[in-house]
Every structure is written in C-alpha cells, then in structure tokens.
C-alpha cells in the first residue's frame, strides 16, 4: 500500500486504515480525522523541495479518499485544505498546511455549534424525537434543545448490521435523555409516539435527496405515511458538489460478515460456506427523496430539500475536480 502513495506519513495510513475499518466513522468526524491527518502529513515531511511536498500532500489526499466513498465530508476536507495552501517554500507550505486544516477543524465545529441552535428551534419542550444510526450533527440539535431547557426523549433505531443506535443511546443516556432504544422492524409501530424522525446525511445531492445510513428512507417513508416529519441535521460540508453536474453518489457495498458470520452461512448451505447460491448484500446507505424531507437544517439555517442546490452553488460554484487537482 505504501508503495501506491510514495512519501505518505505512516499517521496518514493509520488514520486511513481507522477510516476503512469505521474505528472512525460518521462523516463530520471522519473529515476532521482527514483534515488533521494532512496537518501531520506537512508536519512531518521530509520533502526537499515545494513540488515534492505538494506531491506527498497530494498522494496522502488520495489515500484518504480511496477509504470510503459515501460521505462527501471527506473529499471536501482534503479540497478546503488542499485548495487553501500557499508559500514558495517548504516550510511556508507546511506551516500553510497546518493553518488551513486548523481553520477546517474550528469551522467544523463551530458549524455544528450553529446548526445545532438552528435545529433546535424545531424541537419543542417534551417533543420525542425517533433516531436512526449515529449522527453528531442530528445530536448536537437535541443537546442545543436542552441547554435551552427543553425536555426532549428518544426513540432510538438500533441501526443494523453494526447497531450504531447505541452510540446514540449511550450520548443520550449521558445527557440524561430518556431513551426507549428499538429494533429497526419496530420503527414503524413507534413511529406514533414521535414528534420529529431526527436524522443526519453524508451527502445531500443537488436536487435534496439525502444520502445516509441504510434503512433511512424506509423510516421516512414511513414517517411521512404517519405525519411525522423528518427533519435532516447536515451541516454544508455534506453538500455534493459533483451532483451538480449529475453524478451521482456512491453507495458503499459492505462485507458480507457485518450480516451473516460464516458459521451462519454455513448453516444455511448445509455446511458448505462457498455456496455462491447465496449471496448477502450489504450496503452501507441510501437515498431518501426529497419529497420524505421537510427541512435540511444546516449552519446556514434551514432549508427545504428542493432549494439545497442554490445554497450548493453559493458555496462551490463549478469546483468539481477531485481533491488533489485543486
Ligand atoms: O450514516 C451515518 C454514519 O454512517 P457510518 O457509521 O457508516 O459512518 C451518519 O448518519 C452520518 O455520517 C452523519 O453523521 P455526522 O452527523 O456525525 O456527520
């Protein structure tokens, strides 16, 4: 692998192994990961000259990107870096390096500060919200609500295969939210007894379909049937700027482990664990349609999905090229 990014600090690959391995996982906190990591990679060069540096910056760009192909946060980290940096030495490019990746990591939190207020807004005192996976951004809407001293519950999505409901449960817990944590067939029955469906995204594409964990668009689906609105915590770096051009998003395939052990499998196939007469699909996310959300709710304020794409151009205008041609 070290052989494919020459000049990649060992940081950098480990960071990238935690990301593809979800050891850091949610995509605010995987672009933070991102952004320090080619904060270190400046750090730590031993390029000789500026063109060499920019080279290594790039090839650890690019082993970043190469970890998990949904969530947009993490090429738009490498291009705010990436894009941001300037000196005619090295040095002033390391230093520059570091600068850019600080001011990624202060923005990205203070957006969510902001989107968290702007979130909470919608919440009223004893409104139960109905969660699914694990989103720092929908969180921080629900801990904006309490500091304001609303009484705020949950209806928490265990979120399989890898049940990330119970990171959520657990931040919940810690803030003193009551949780009633429930199976994903069972959302639809509870659905009844929520306010708010409160989820995040790891991408929006342009004309305001959410892209976010799998079962996302079932449970809005669903939602709107039941008259609950689905409200979309996401704060601008998970808006796609290629899906202005009509990409479309990736939508990462994951092992089949995650949902069938191999003695599981086994025991379907009558022991014969190479059956190819059973195959498990695994993927990691969906797309919601626009029409299941009411309002993206982001730093800059809330937004119905069909006009994300006017706040998209403000932001990127025509910037489409991959993180590394910047
Ligand atoms: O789908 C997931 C995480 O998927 P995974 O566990 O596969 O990374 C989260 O809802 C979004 O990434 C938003 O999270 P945040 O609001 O923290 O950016």
């Not at 940081?11 to 933070?32: L, P």
């Not at 290594?56 to 705010?80: D, F, I």
């Not at 979130?119 to 005192?125: C, K, P, S, T, V």
């Amino acid at each position: 692998m070290a052989d494919d990014y020459p000049g990649v600090d060992t940081f950098v690959e480990d960071t990238a192994e935690d990301i593809a391995k979800m050891e850091i996982r949610g995509a605010a906190t995987i672009a933070d990961a991102a952004a320090e990591a080619l904060a270190v990679q400046a750090d730590r060069s031993d390029a000789a000259t500026p063109a060499a540096f920019r080279a290594q910056l790039r090839a650890a760009a690019r082993r970043l990107y190469e970890t998990r192909p949904t969530a947009v946060s993490l090429p738009n980290a490498l291009r705010y870096v990436l894009q941001g940096i300037d000196g005619e030495t090295v040095s002033e490019l390391q230093e520059s390096t570091i600068t850019r990746a600080e001011e990624f990591q202060v923005d990205l939190e203070q957006a969510q500060e902001r989107l968290g207020e702007v979130g909470a807004n919608r919440l009223r005192d004893g409104d139960v919200v109905m969660t699914h996976c694990h989103s720092t951004d929908a969180l921080s809407c629900v801990e904006a609500a309490l500091d304001a001293g609303k009484h705020v519950e949950a209806i928490v999505k265990e979120t399989r295969p890898r049940k990330q409901g119970h990171i959520t449960a657990r931040q919940l817990q810690e803030w003193g939210v009551p949780v009633t944590l429930v199976v994903d067939n069972a959302a639809r029955r509870y659905l009844d007894d929520a306010d708010h469906v409160l989820v995040g995204a790891d991408s929006i594409a342009a004309d305001g379909s959410v892209i976010n964990k799998i079962g996302t668009s079932g449970l809005a689906v669903n939602a709107r049937e039941r008259g609950v609105p689905v409200m979309v915590a996401a704060q601008t770096i998970k808006l796609h700027p290629d899906t202005m051009t009509g990409h479309t998003v990736a939508i990462e395939m994951r092992d089949e482990t995650e949902v069938l052990s191999e003695a599981e499998r086994a025991d379907i196939t009558g022991g014969n664990p190479a059956d190819e007469g059973l195959v498990v699909e695994n993927p990691g996310f969906d797309v919601t349609p626009p029409r299941y959300v009411d309002a993206i709710v982001t730093e800059r304020g809330q937004f119905p999905p069909e006009s994300i794409v006017t706040l998209m151009r403000e932001l990127f205008g025509d910037t489409t090229a991959e993180p590394w041609e910047a």
